[in-house]
């Protein structure tokens, strides 16, 4: 996404037009105004006496006296409506400790290229309805779990079929042929990656890893058991057959009128012509897939480890100034924005390809060429598009995929069956059969059993949100003010725009599929993303520069009976002394930080999912191999049973009319 193209976008620059007014006021001096009252206080000023508050002081530790404080009309009267800038060591303190981590790991979101409208979109989506977001991009993580999970059941635990087995010598020639070519800029053979597609083990890797990928995207649904018959004949059948003479092939997107690069007839050859053979096209496209996913997982580990550096630093920082509120506020910020470093990390599993619209091309072209020349392949569809939008990470409301009721029906085939029978069905084209005895009812829509995934996005966003309005609440004065009421107002427009999104399935499942009805919804959900992904923004910078260093924010009046008053004379050390803070400390920084420990997960999910997508066989299945060791000697699976089936089941049998999915993850 070129830097010019996105500030180019209409939408983003009425967001910034927006910021920008948001900050704007007129300044003002409370060190000099509270001065003034105190002095008139002391004199016995009849103004400054009437604005004395004598009210109940929320926070104070027993048998202390409350200092004086001055009422927020007072406030407002000696000080006027405007806000204190803050000093600039604090704006920077801010920056450097929060505002940049933020925008580094934002950077790092599965943007793509040249697509301003819906980039700005997409972003206002990540940003205005994270729980949402969260809940497709850890169900995407589930499916392509779940498919790694059937190859690895597919041979026996300390298989790996194709595997090189290399020597020392073999690596120390490896790293001397890097080094020499890396210091000497030259190139002593080229470096050769193994073909796929070899052993049957090779073809249903690709084809697991190909429905993953299809997963992300959405399809037409005016032919439901049509497009699934096709998906299973194009991705599980094993058989080869070659193309009729009469049978006219369809026409390729990449052969454009004009000039061809060398890369244009590279990519030609990855799907054959004539003969078609099912299995070689099927090789293909799934190397140019792999070659196409979008790298760059270092960096992103790299954000993900300067946030949680800062945020590290915060805590120590606030926990040595306990009560100074710049610190506090600072904390909050950090904790309040925990669910985003854990979108991010999730993105790496769940990873977009580098120009999903080029891979949409090579997807459609082979199913199109599949239900074309397959001779007994499903030719009674007939939609000109097989595939419609990229949906991947969350990027379209309303998007389920089309692998959950695939994967389904073989897991429930082989739930109670050894190592190894799924592939000897494969070679049989049993896999075929079995998918389609499904119905298709539930091929595009929400299953209960994504409710696991939806609590988890509620739980992360919950508390992350209720950590940083805790900590505000409770740093005098205590109340609900503009700082804890922002994070309320955040948290409760994410929680309307995922019920949304939820009624959307409830009325595309329950009532009518109403392509208006889906169609005002969907207007109203992008409304709320767009105004709390700008609430959002806003709220950052005005903590950030000072704009809610006002009397009414200071006086915390956004619920009648609390707050109401400002106090002038202040310092960390009174607040030490006053008011008891430590409790809300603690209790909002464990419940901030736990949260974060779904990284650990992620990248669990990445280490036991890699081998269906790494490009290069021999590692892929090294990785395999490693991955088996540790579930050997690690997993529990009574606790897994505990935690994650029993729910489950407990859910289907009260709410689902469905069969329950097979247990095919006791395998793990």
């Known amino acids: 996404m070129g830097l010019g193209a996105f500030a180019a976008s209409p939408v983003v620059l009425l967001f910034f037009i927006l910021l920008l007014a948001a900050l704007v006021n007129c300044h003002t001096n409370f060190t000099i105004c509270g001065n003034q009252w105190i002095g008139d206080l002391q004199q016995l000023n009849s103004t400054a006496v009437q604005y004395k508050y004598n009210g109940k002081v929320r926070g104070l530790k027993e048998g202390q006296t409350p200092p004086p404080l001055i009422t927020v009309e007072g406030c407002r009267a000696y000080c006027g409506t405007g806000h204190q800038p803050y000093e600039w060591d604090n704006v920077a303190d801010t920056i450097t400790t929060w505002v940049l981590p933020l925008v580094g790991l934002i950077l790092q979101a599965p943007f793509e290229s040249n697509e301003r409208t819906s980039t700005a979109l997409v972003l206002f989506r990540w940003l205005g309805s994270p729980i949402s977001v969260l809940m497709a991009v850890f169900w995407n993580i589930k499916i392509t779990g779940r498919c790694a999970l059937i190859l690895d059941m597919s041979v026996k635990r300390k298989e790996a079929p194709g595997l090189t087995k290399r020597s020392y010598r073999d690596i120390w020639m490896k790293f001397r042929q890097a080094t020499i070519e890396r210091f000497n800029n030259v190139t002593i053979h080229p470096t050769k990656i193994k073909e796929t597609g070899q052993t049957p083990f090779h073809e249903l890797r690709d084809s697991l890893y190909l429905l993953s990928v299809l997963n992300q995207y959405a399809f037409d649904q005016t032919q439901p058991q049509a497009m699934k018959r096709l998906v299973l004949s194009a991705l599980f059948s094993s058989r080869q057959s070659t193309l009729f003479d009469d049978l006219q092939a369809p026409v390729d997107p990449l052969a454009a009128p004009g000039p061809q690069t060398p890369e244009d007839e590279e990519e030609k050859q990855l799907i054959p012509y004539s003969p078609f053979n099912l299995i070689e096209a099927r090789q293909s496209l799934a190397a140019s897939v792999r070659r196409s996913r979008k790298q760059g997982v270092v960096q992103v580990l790299v954000s993900l480890l300067w946030f949680l550096v800062a945020l590290i630093l915060s805590i120590m920082k606030a926990f040595t100034d306990e009560g100074d509120n710049a610190t506090t506020h600072n904390l909050a910020l950090g904790l309040w924005m925990g669910w985003l470093p854990i979108l991010i990390a999730a993105s790496i599993v769940d990873r977009n390809p580098t120009n999903s619209e080029y891979v949409k091309q090579r997807l459609e072209f082979f199913l199109r060429s599949v239900n074309t ?48 029978e799924i592939l000897e069905h494969y070679k049989t084209n049993q896999l075929v059969e079995i998918g389609l005895q499904r119905t298709t009812g539930d091929l595009w829509r929400f299953d209960i059993v994504e409710a696991w995934q939806g609590f988890l996005a509620w739980l992360v966003v919950f508390m992350s949100t209720t950590s940083a309005f805790v900590l505000s609440f409770n740093e005098p004065t205590v109340g609900v003010g503009c700082r804890s009421g922002g994070y309320f107002v955040f948290g409760l427009i994410a929680a309307i725009a995922w019920l949304l999104e939820m009624g959307g399935w409830a009325i595309d499942r329950l009532i009518t599929r109403s392509k208006w009805i889906l169609f005002y919804l969907r207007v109203l959900l992008t409304i709320f993303e767009i105004f709390n992904a700008i609430w959002l923004v806003t709220s950052i910078m005005r903590q950030t520069f000072g704009s809610y260093n006002t009397c009414d924010c200071k006086s915390s009046i956004w619920m009648a009976g609390q707050g109401g008053y400002t106090d002038f004379t202040l310092t960390s050390k009174d607040y030490k002394s006053l008011y008891d803070v430590s409790r809300a400390w603690y209790a909002s920084t464990v419940t901030g930080m736990l949260p974060l420990l779904l990284i650990i997960y992620i990248v669990y999910e990445w280490c036991v999912q890699s081998f269906l997508w790494t490009e290069n066989y021999d590692a892929a299945m090294r990785g395999l191999l490693r991955v088996r060791r540790w579930k050997t000697i690690f997993h529990w699976r009574w606790l897994y049973h505990l935690l994650f089936i029993s729910p489950v089941e407990v859910g289907y049998s009260m709410f689902s009319t469905s069969e329950m999915p097979g247990r095919l993850e006791f395998a793990r």
């Open 373 to 420: 020349r397959f001779q007994d392949g499903p030719q009674d569809l007939q939609s000109q598009n097989f595939l419609t939008y990229f949906c991947g990470q969350g990027r379209k409301a309303w998007h389920y995929g089309i692998a959950h009721s695939i994967l389904t029906q073989i897991e429930q085939a082989y739930a109670h069956s050894p190592r190894g």
